[in-house]
T-cell receptor, first 116, second 112 residues
Framework: GAGVSQSPSNKVTEKGKDVELRCDPI?????LYWYRQSLGQGLEFLIY????????KSGLPSDRFSAERTGGSVSTLTIQRTQQEDSAVYLC??????????????FGPGTRLTVL | AQSVSQHNHHVILSEAASLELGCNYS??????LFWYVQYPGQHLQLLLK??????LVKGIKGFEAEFIKSKFSFNLRKPSVQWSDTAEYFC??????????FGSGTRLSIRP
């Protein structure tokens, strides 16, 4: 079956503009994660959705960042008033979550965001 | 709070050398443990995982990891590395119902 997909693959924007990044998880996966990977840095956790529970937003770096997950499937990460330090690869992952007997995450290809 | 430490940020080895990458976590309860790998230009992918049973876990491409509960460690090993093992390696910990936490990663460079 299809894996996790993300769009766009690349996004170049000007400082101060808003951007939306999209993630389509694997069908049936109840857990969805957003991470940020900056050059030379590890994976920085941003936000976690599990089923219908309230999302864990503890990793969002500022109130300019928000995410939603509609119908328990597709997720959108929104960055408002982008700054140059927001430039990074944004990764989405999904897993079976609490229902499955494994929490292996399957990663998408990422969206490379460049803020000029 | 749950955390994962990978103390080696960049490891450089020659082909055929043995590899051990450290991973320590802080959580006292039951954990699931993972190593993920990201080859240049590719997605992150699962290398191996530990849920229960034999603490010595075999993964793909000749990698293995040993869960030592008393040391809160899950070090990754390979007896003889190849140039194609050049990649970034991430350790991750899942404490049952919690979200999965990743370490900061170790970049492995293999000299041909």
């Amino acid at each position: 079956g299809a894996g996790v997909s993300q769009s766009p693959s690349n996004k170049v924007t000007e400082k101060g503009k808003d951007v939306e990044l999209r993630c389509d998880p694997i069908s049936g996966h109840t857990a969805l994660y957003w991470y940020r990977q900056s050059l030379g840095q590890g994976l920085e956790f941003l936000i976690y959705f599990q089923g219908n529970s309230a999302p864990d937003k503890s990793g969002l770096p500022s109130d300019r960042f928000s995410a939603e997950r509609t119908g328990g499937s597709v997720s959108t990460l929104t960055i408002q008033r982008t700054q140059q330090e927001d430039s990074a690869v944004y990764l989405c992952a999904s897993s079976l979550g609490a229902r499955g007997n494994t929490n292996e995450q399957f990663f998408g290809p990422g969206t490379r965001l460049t803020v000029l | 709070a749950q955390s994962v430490s990978q103390h080696n940020h960049h490891v450089i080895l020659s082909e055929a050398a043995s590899l051990e990458l450290g991973c320590n976590y802080s959580y006292g309860g039951t954990v699931n443990l993972f190593w993920y790998v990201q080859y240049p230009g590719q997605h992150l992918q699962l290398l191996l995982k530990y849920f229960s049973g034999d603490p010595l876990v075999k993964g793909i491409k000749g990698f293995e990891a040993e869960f030592i509960k008393s040391k809160f460690s899950f070090n990754l090993r390979k007896p003889s590395v190849q140039w194609s093992d050049t990649a970034e390696y991430f350790c991750a910990v899942d404490s049952s119902a919690s979200k999965i936490i990743f370490g900061s990663g170790t970049r492995l460079s293999i000299r041909p």
